[in-house]
């Protein structure tokens, strides 16, 4: 979805993968299981991005 978005996977640290926008914006994602409400929501705080934005880009 992040790649949809314009973002670039940069590397993985434990596990949590990280991505980089075009304009810099640094994202990272955990890779254990199922992502929680409140960790969905601050990834997409990070990446800029709006739920309609997010579910858009899932289609």
């Known amino acids: 979805m992040l790649e949809s978005a314009g ?3 940069v590397r993985t640290k434990g596990s949590h ?3 980089r926008g075009p304009d810099g914006r640094v994202v990272v994602i955990p890779e ?3 992502i929680k409400r409140g960790t969905l929501g601050s990834i997409l705080r990070q ?3 709006t739920p309609a ?3 858009k ?3």
């Open 32 to 34: 254990h299981g199922t």
């Open 57 to 59: 880009l899932l289609d």
């Open 7 to 9: 973002f670039a996977y």
């Open 17 to 19: 993968a990280v991505y």
């Open 47 to 49: 990446a800029a991005l």
């Open 53 to 55: 934005e997010f579910l």
